[in-house]
């Protein structure tokens, strides 16, 4: 497998922490939040050259160890244009057996959730997304509303394939479960994905978020999710930060 993780933020919500550090290279205790995740995979038997990173601003000070990937238009795009920049680059390298796994740089998983989900990496010939069933609970810690920042997530409780991602409605049985940025891409759907990504006009290519893709692609591209509780963090604030060090370690 390749591991693609998406580092290029730049974090302006956690004020002068990211001054002079893009957002992955916060620190959650003793670690960065990039650190720590690149820690677990080389845990879990990962190799440097398996690993890729794609970053963005400040990019320079990423670890020199890993290759690397740069959005140079990062203070004008969003995420998905991240991913296609890093899967552009990674489909010349990958294997006739290379799945890919993409993970947020802002992100903090479980030893657990992240040893789960690798073992089953190679395995998976579908786009495969981990959504969170728990995540009320993880919401309730970080808003005096949980659907403040929640999205809707609607799946067939039989199949496991996505139905719908990423709306907002006032409805609680929409919101089944979150995205918890990390998904799987098998080897033979990359080329389809970077390409209906590139048949969006320009201007929604630079600002579509991935559950917006997910959303806009579910018609043509089969998704499914592997639901679960699972034990994870993002951190986008100041307050999330708090947070991640309470119950990171």
Do not use: H
Request: aromatic residues 12%.
């Amino acid at each position: 497998m390749k591991i693609l993780i998406l580092c290029a933020g730049l974090g302006t919500r956690l004020g002068k922490l990211t001054e002079n550090n893009p957002k992955c290279l916060v620190k959650i205790n003793s670690n960065s939040i990039l650190d720590r995740i690149l820690l677990q995979l080389n845990n879990l038997g990962l190799n440097e050259e398996d690993i890729f990173l794609c970053g963005g601003y400040k990019n320079d000070l990423l670890p020199n160890l890993y290759t690397k990937f740069v959005n140079k238009n990062y203070k004008n795009t969003n995420m998905m244009m991240t991913t296609i920049i890093g899967l552009d680059e990674l489909e010349d390298i990958l294997k006739k057996d290379d799945n890919v796994l993409l993970i947020y740089g802002d992100c903090i998983y479980s030893d657990q959730f992240l040893s789960k989900i690798i073992n089953q990496v190679d395995l998976i010939n579908q786009i495969s997304i981990p959504v969170d069933l728990d995540w009320k609970s993880k919401w309730s810690k970080r808003y005096d509303n949980i659907f403040e920042d929640a999205e809707t997530l609607k799946y067939d409780q039989t199949s496991n394939k996505l139905l719908s991602i990423g709306e907002k409605t006032f409805m609680e049985k929409d919101y089944m479960a979150q995205f918890m940025g990390i998904y799987i891409i098998p080897n033979k759907l990359v080329k389809s994905f970077i390409g209906f990504f590139k048949s969006l006009p320009i201007e929604l290519q630079k600002n579509i978020s991935t559950t917006e893709f997910f959303q806009k692609t579910n018609n043509k591209i089969k998704y499914f999710v592997i639901p679960d509780n699972y034990t994870w963090t993002e951190v986008d604030t100041i307050d999330d930060l708090l947070f991640a060090k309470d119950n990171f370690k």
